[in-house]
């Protein structure tokens, strides 16, 4: 007792002690800087790369803009708040003024509070000594007498220099996932939004950059990079108004979704994760990637295997024997893993197609007369690993749980529900803890029955179509979505905590989860149903942005393609898979023995380059977007001594110029030796086994023929290479 009192008054008198001071937030190489001053709101002065002692002593204070760290709602209210609630008697106004700042670890709270109502909201900022990312939360906490509404409620507020200022965002939708836009900012305001309620990067994401110095540019250039680390709605809104400064203000989306907060409760934000570089776009993707493989990817330490998903070889047509061959086939070309996606499932109603099933986890025995066990046991003496796909946040109408629980599907008070896939699937209601412990156990059952199963996909088809919780309160209605991701959470923290070592693919509908705030219980995302390589050469480019080539699962499937019927080359499938988290998904049953050693081979080439894939730093060299023919990147390892070079031609013409494309990240005065992976050509390349220094590859670049010199019979339009670098 006596010593919890001791820290009460040290930690007091260290955020009672702060008049005024400068608050620095550093990172490996970069800072945010603070004024904080007792009694005012907290002002930004400087975010960027590490300040000289003596500059941030002589530090300017911004000019010509709103530099409060967290504006609220109610004493300036022409300008946009990242706070804004009604307190208990109804006012609609907030002030938040400093009360002191105190520190733990890498984490820095400012702690702010209204000098009239009992509101007190905490700013966190949480730096890495070892990456460039600052993870900035807020906590609100209500200590008036009874409940008030938070209406709106950033996670954070970043005031961005007007000069040029461009944005570079994702947007798509299902098979079209990850494309990338960039528009220049401009008066007005830009909002970025997502209200799906169950996944949200299908359409637009939740990470942005900021070029500061024109369009931007792959490897030059200042560039901020932001991300929120959400799994449900959030908004991103860019307020341009007649000052000096573009506001960036991002959280939960509040849409629909205003918070009662309790007496002594405490709101907690997302965290938005934020970095700069001075190296361009790839330099903020790169430390992105870093950042993500050590902090927040689950095992982003651990190489991923190469694997087989059942989906598009078999769609929901599960049997033993096929998912033995398929098992047998993948292992026969070096595979690692086999993937059993949906139609495994249901008693009273077996899965045979989308219409029914969804929460009845139990084998259907007709399709699988040896349980999973025996799938276990097959996968074991093929010497690989196995895996299962589930969908533990859905039902359908026509499943035994539905019948036994209709209370547990998300539907608005007095309305029939709004169903969605196959016309009979429904959204269950995580906001209700049953819920949670029923999908829990779908995860525990299966881990229990079989503990061999090595990875699981969880997959989710379905948006909250309709707004309503059987589960929550009339007067709580809208607290579904924030309610939703919290039951998320929880589910998600108990099967981690009890199966730390599982692999588990965040999918949904393709890259509907392609988070930061998923990525902590998830090894990987699948980037999108659609597979077709020339799109994924697109979609791919533009996810790199802010995820690593480890979590992007990227498969070699059949041609024509069964999204966009385009007939791709073997090679050119294999060279695009090759560049994110390899596998495949196939029917390997219909491949030739030609077609399968081609891919035995581009298998064990993969192994020998997958650290350099998996762990290595992105430099993107030529966009796709940018309509040269051509898109290039490549990965370098830490130590620059081993790089590989991707090379997608993506248009065909006769009499083509296409660029010679400059490779980066290499070092200058070093040699490195080239030799060309999955080759496909009767006589090696000209620079084949070659050595070329560093500055001759980033200042010249090789030349890449345009074509293939394969046989008359064997030729087509497609044209890639692979290029494996080593130092010697
Ligand atoms: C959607 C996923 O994106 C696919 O890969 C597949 O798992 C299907 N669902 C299965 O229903």
Same mark, same amino acid.
């Given at each position: 007792m006596?010593?919890?009192?001791?820290?009460?008054?040290v930690?007091?008198s260290?955020?009672?002690?702060?008049?005024?001071?400068?608050?620095?937030?550093?990172a490996?190489?970069i800072?945010i800087?603070?004024?904080?001053? +007792?009694?005012?709101?907290?002002?930004?002065?400087?975010f960027?790369?590490?300040?000289?002692a003596?500059?941030?002593a002589?530090?300017?204070?911004?000019?010509?803009g709103r530099m409060?760290?967290?504006?609220?709602?109610g004493?300036n209210?022409?300008?946009?708040a990242?706070l804004?609630m009604?307190h208990a008697?109804?006012?609609?106004s907030t002030a938040?003024?400093?009360?002191?700042?105190?520190r733990?670890?890498?984490v820095?709270?400012i702690?702010l509070?209204d000098?009239v109502?009992a509101?007190?909201?905490?700013?966190k900022?949480?730096?890495y000594?070892? &990456?460039?990312?600052?993870?900035?939360?807020?906590?609100i906490?209500?200590?008036e007498?009874?409940?008030?509404t938070?209406t709106q409620?950033?996670?954070?507020?970043l005031?961005?220099?007007?000069?040029?200022v461009?944005?570079s965002?994702l947007?798509g939708?299902?098979?079209n996932e990850?494309?990338?836009?960039?528009?220049?900012?401009?008066?007005?305001q830009k909002?970025i939004?997502?209200?799906?309620? &169950?996944r949200n990067?299908? =359409?637009?994401? !939740?990470e942005?950059?900021?070029?500061?110095?024109g369009k931007?540019?792959?490897?030059a250039?200042?560039?901020?990079g !932001?991300?929120?680390c959400y799994?449900g709605?959030?908004k991103?809104?860019? %307020?341009?108004?007649?000052?000096?400064?573009?506001?960036?203000?991002a959280?939960?989306?509040?849409?629909?979704s205003?918070?009662?907060?309790k007496?002594?409760? =405490?709101?907690?934000?997302p965290?938005l994760a934020?970095t700069?570089?001075?190296?361009?776009l790839?330099?903020?993707?790169?430390n992105f990637?870093?950042?993500?493989?050590?902090?927040q990817?689950a095992h982003g330490n651990?190489?991923?295997? *190469?694997?087989?998903?059942?989906?598009?070889g078999v769609?929901?047509d *599960?049997n033993?024997?096929?998912m033995?061959q398929?098992m047998a086939?993948?292992?026969?070309? #070096?595979g690692?893993?086999?993937?059993?996606d949906?139609?495994w499932f249901g008693e009273?109603?077996p899965?045979?197609n989308?219409h029914t099933?969804?929460?009845?986890?139990?084998?259907d025995?007709?399709?699988?007369?040896h349980?999973?066990?025996?799938?276990?046991a097959?996968?074991?003496?093929?010497?690989?690993s @196995?895996?299962?796909?589930?969908e533990?946040?859905?039902?359908?109408?026509?499943s %035994?749980?539905?019948?036994?629980?209709?209370?547990?599907?998300i539907?608005a008070?007095?309305?029939?529900a709004?169903q #969605?896939?196959g016309?009979t699937q429904?959204v269950l209601?995580?906001s209700n803890p049953?819920v949670?412990d029923f999908a829990?156990g779908i995860?525990d059952g299966?881990?229990?029955?079989?503990?061999?199963?090595d990875?699981?996909?969880?997959?989710? +088809?379905m948006?909250?179509?309709?707004?309503?919780?059987?589960y929550l309160?009339?007067q709580d209605?809208?607290?579904?979505?924030?309610a939703?991701h919290e039951?998320?959470?929880k589910l998600?923290?108990?099967i981690?905590?009890?199966?730390?070592?599982?692999?588990?693919?965040a999918?949904a509908?393709?890259?509907g989860?392609?988070?930061?705030?998923v990525?902590?219980w998830f090894?990987e995302?699948w980037v999108s149903d659609?597979?077709?390589?020339l799109q994924r050469?697109?979609?791919?480019?533009?996810?790199s942005?802010?995820?690593?080539?480890i979590?992007?699962?990227?498969h070699?499937?059949?041609?024509?393609n069964?999204t966009v019927?385009?007939? =791709?080359s073997?090679?050119y499938?294999?060279?695009?898979?090759?560049s994110?988290r390899l596998?495949m998904?196939?029917?390997?049953?219909?491949?030739?023995?030609?077609?399968? !050693?081609?891919c035995?081979q581009? *298998?064990?080439?993969y192994?020998?380059?997958?650290?350099?894939?998996?762990f290595g730093n992105?430099?993107r060299l030529?966009?796709?977007y940018d309509?040269?023919?051509?898109?290039?990147l490549m990965?370098?390892?830490?130590?620059?001594?081993?790089? &590989?070079?991707y090379w997608w031609?993506?248009d065909? @013409?006769?009499?083509?110029?296409?660029?010679?494309?400059?490779?980066?990240?290499?070092q200058a005065?070093?040699?490195?030796r080239?030799?060309?992976l999955?080759r496909i050509?009767?006589?090696p390349l000209d620079?084949e086994?070659?050595?070329?220094?560093?500055?001759y590859?980033?200042?010249?670049?090789l030349e890449i023929?345009y074509?293939?010199?394969?046989?008359?019979?064997e030729? +087509?339009e497609?044209s890639s290479?692979v290029?494996f670098? %080593?130092?010697?």
């Amino acid at each position: 007792m006596k010593k919890n009192l001791f820290l009460l008054f040290v930690l007091l008198s260290a955020a009672v002690g702060v008049r005024a001071e400068k608050v620095t937030i550093a990172a490996k190489n970069i800072a945010i800087v603070l004024d904080v001053e +007792n009694g005012r709101q907290p002002q930004y002065l400087y975010f960027g790369t590490r300040l000289s002692a003596a500059d941030e002593a002589a530090l300017q204070l911004p000019q010509g803009g709103r530099m409060d760290a967290y504006p609220a709602y109610g004493l300036n209210t022409p300008a946009e708040a990242a706070l804004a609630m009604r307190h208990a008697d109804g006012n609609l106004s907030t002030a938040l003024v400093a009360t002191g700042v105190s520190r733990q670890g890498n984490v820095t709270t400012i702690h702010l509070e209204d000098p009239v109502y009992a509101t007190q909201v905490d700013l966190k900022y949480k730096a890495y000594a070892d &990456v460039d990312m600052i993870e900035m939360w807020t906590e609100i906490t209500n200590r008036e007498k009874s409940a008030v509404t938070l209406t709106q409620f950033a996670s954070a507020m970043l005031p961005i220099r007007r000069g040029n200022v461009w944005l570079s965002h994702l947007y798509g939708s299902w098979a079209n996932e990850g494309r990338l836009a960039e528009e220049e900012l401009l008066p007005g305001q830009k909002i970025i939004k997502n209200k799906d309620g &169950v996944r949200n990067s299908h =359409t637009d994401h !939740a990470e942005v950059m900021f070029s500061l110095d024109g369009k931007g540019r792959e490897n030059a250039g200042d560039v901020i990079g !932001a991300a929120l680390c959400y799994s449900g709605n959030y908004k991103l809104k860019v %307020e341009t108004d007649d000052t000096d400064y573009h506001y960036f203000f991002a959280g939960i989306n509040e849409e629909n979704s205003e918070y009662h907060l309790k007496r002594g409760e =405490t709101f907690r934000t997302p965290v938005l994760a934020l970095t700069f570089s001075r190296e361009g776009l790839s330099g903020a993707s790169r430390n992105f990637h870093k950042w993500g493989r050590t902090y927040q990817l689950a095992h982003g330490n651990k190489p991923r295997k *190469i694997l087989l998903n059942s989906w598009e070889g078999v769609y929901f047509d *599960i049997n033993e024997a096929g998912m033995d061959q398929m098992m047998a086939d993948i292992a026969g070309m #070096g595979g690692e893993l086999f993937v059993m996606d949906d139609g495994w499932f249901g008693e009273k109603y077996p899965r045979k197609n989308d219409h029914t099933s969804l929460g009845d986890w139990q084998v259907d025995r007709q399709k699988l007369p040896h349980g999973i066990e025996g799938l276990i046991a097959d996968a074991g003496k093929h010497g690989i690993s @196995f895996g299962i796909w589930i969908e533990p946040e859905m039902t359908n109408r026509i499943s %035994e749980l539905y019948e036994k629980h209709p209370d547990w599907i998300i539907k608005a008070p007095r309305r029939d529900a709004v169903q #969605g896939r196959g016309g009979t699937q429904l959204v269950l209601d995580l906001s209700n803890p049953k819920v949670q412990d029923f999908a829990f156990g779908i995860v525990d059952g299966l881990m229990t029955r079989y503990p061999g199963i090595d990875y699981i996909k969880w997959d989710a +088809n379905m948006a909250v179509m309709n707004h309503g919780s059987q589960y929550l309160p009339m007067q709580d209605q809208s607290h579904l979505y924030i309610a939703y991701h919290e039951g998320f959470r929880k589910l998600c923290d108990r099967i981690r905590s009890k199966y730390p070592d599982l692999t588990i693919q965040a999918c949904a509908s393709g890259g509907g989860r392609a988070n930061w705030g998923v990525l902590p219980w998830f090894d990987e995302f699948w980037v999108s149903d659609n597979t077709d390589a020339l799109q994924r050469v697109y979609m791919q480019w533009g996810t790199s942005y802010f995820f690593p080539a480890i979590a992007m699962a990227s498969h070699i499937s059949a041609v024509p393609n069964h999204t966009v019927f385009r007939t =791709t080359s073997l090679k050119y499938r294999i060279d695009v898979a090759m560049s994110g988290r390899l596998g495949m998904e196939i029917q390997p049953k219909n491949m030739t023995d030609a077609e399968k !050693a081609l891919c035995r081979q581009a *298998i064990t080439e993969y192994k020998q380059i997958r650290p350099v894939v998996q762990f290595g730093n992105i430099y993107r060299l030529q966009s796709p977007y940018d309509r040269q023919g051509v898109a290039s990147l490549m990965y370098v390892d830490d130590a620059r001594s081993k790089a &590989v070079f991707y090379w997608w031609k993506t248009d065909n @013409f006769a009499n083509q110029h296409l660029p010679r494309i400059k490779m980066a990240g290499l070092q200058a005065n070093r040699n490195y030796r080239v030799h060309e992976l999955n080759r496909i050509d009767n006589k090696p390349l000209d620079f084949e086994r070659k050595s070329f220094s560093g500055a001759y590859l980033m200042e010249h670049g090789l030349e890449i023929p345009y074509t293939h010199s394969v046989d008359h019979a064997e030729r +087509n339009e497609w044209s890639s290479r692979v290029l494996f670098l %080593e130092a010697q």
